[in-house]
């Protein structure tokens, strides 16, 4: 793991927050000019087109500038619900602007770039789903299908509850069954698995991101750094898991590194996430796992701006799929 590092300065600007050591031109001070005017751009926008921004966790630093909240999906699905603007643009992928469209039927949503996916969310489809369950079934009549919440609508629609990677064990031990079919991280099943005497069977699937970290990473830079304290995201292998200070959801990340005395962090998720919380707690050092998301970097000011202009793209789902994704969200809301 080539640990980076990335101070904010005293100037704030972005350009000095968030210069990236091995990509130095990412954040040149053209590039800085050309963000300033976007962001100045999207702003009246947002105000032309009655629109609130949402911005995931791992989108890129200049995304946070014009975002009206930052958070992980569900967070923002939930301000999405909230929010009085009749347009919700996501910036994020595709499954969370599903998911914001599940809580706000009525609202039109639209996410800058239609092709950002996820590869966990496309490792199963609501079809071999049912196919499994079915099978399992004939063997475990009371079978209770949990899935994440980075599942397509399709996906959420043949699901009894949701859970989030903050809420999975909680939700497990409160379904009134033994025998759990877990959808469709391998690694958070596992780490459910370890938290209760439950019958956790897996899917196959996982986070491309999260899964390539391994521990032998992780042991370099605790040997350079000693006192550093290592948070892991529960999408993170087992093996590195058991060697992590604290197994947190982005959410959790942000609540430990505000509140724990240590002021070196290794953040072990996607690389995004150490970005937000340099910006949210200036004062404290977060050394980056290097991995970023393909597809949530797919989100661009430029493809904001695009959407607000454009409208586009929207997401479409039927009231029928609405309806029966929505139950499986609002029941993770009751046991969660
Ligand atoms: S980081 Fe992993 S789970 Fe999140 S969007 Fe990217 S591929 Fe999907």
């Given amino acids: 793991m080539q640990a980076e590092t990335g101070n904010a300065k005293d100037s704030g600007a972005l350009f000095e927050q968030?210069?990236?050591l091995d990509q130095p031109n990412l954040y040149s001070r053209e590039r800085c000019d050309d963000i300033q005017r976007l962001v100045e751009e999207i702003t009246q926008l947002k105000r032309e087109k009655d629109a609130v921004i949402l911005a995931h966790n791992y989108q890129r630093p200049e995304i946070f500038e014009v975002a009206d909240f930052v958070g992980d999906s569900l967070e923002l699905a939930k301000r999405g619900a909230q929010v009085e603007q009749g347009t919700i643009v996501f910036c994020g992928v595709h499954f969370m602007a599903e998911t914001a469209k599940i809580l706000s039927p009525e609202k039109?949503?639209?996410i800058p770039d239609s092709n950002a996916g996820c590869s966990l969310a496309e490792s199963v489809n609501a079809e071999s789903l049912v196919d499994m369950r079915d099978e399992l079934r004939q063997q475990y009549p009371d079978l209770v299908v949990v899935s994440y919440v980075n599942t397509t609508a399709e996906?959420?629609?043949v699901t009894d509850v949701?859970?989030?990677s903050s809420n999975a064990v909680k939700v497990v031990e409160s379904v009134d069954s033994n025998?759990?079919?877990f959808v469709?991280?391998?690694?958070?099943a596992a780490y459910v698995a370890r938290h209760t005497s439950k019958n956790i069977i897996a899917w196959e699937g996982n986070c491309y991101v999260h899964h390539q970290i391994n521990p032998e990473q992780i042991e370099e830079v605790r040997r350079a750094r000693p006192d550093i304290r290592v948070l892991a995201h529960p999408e993170c292998r087992k093996d590195v898991l058991d060697i992590a200070d604290a197994v947190l959801s982005t959410s959790g990340m942000m609540k430990f590194a505000r509140e724990d005395d240590a002021k070196e962090?290794?953040?072990v998720t996607e690389c995004g996430m150490s970005d937000r919380l340099l910006l949210e707690i200036p004062d404290k050092r977060f050394f980056k796992s290097c991995q970023l998301c393909k597809y949530m970097k797919m989100i661009?000011?430029?493809g904001t701006r695009d959407a607000l202009v454009e409208g586009r793209d929207e997401i479409k789902l039927t009231a029928e799929l609405c309806d029966a994704a929505r139950s499986s969200v609002e029941r993770m809301f009751e046991l969660g």
């Fill in 18 to 20: 968030f210069t990236v």
């Fill in 162 to 164: 949701c859970c989030t």
């Fill in 265 to 267: 962090f290794l953040v």
């Fill in 108 to 110: 039109r949503v639209l």
């Fill in 184 to 188: 469709p991280d391998e690694n958070l």
């Fill in 179 to 181: 025998n759990i079919l």
């Fill in 155 to 157: 996906v959420k629609a």
């Fill in 300 to 302: 661009t000011l430029e």
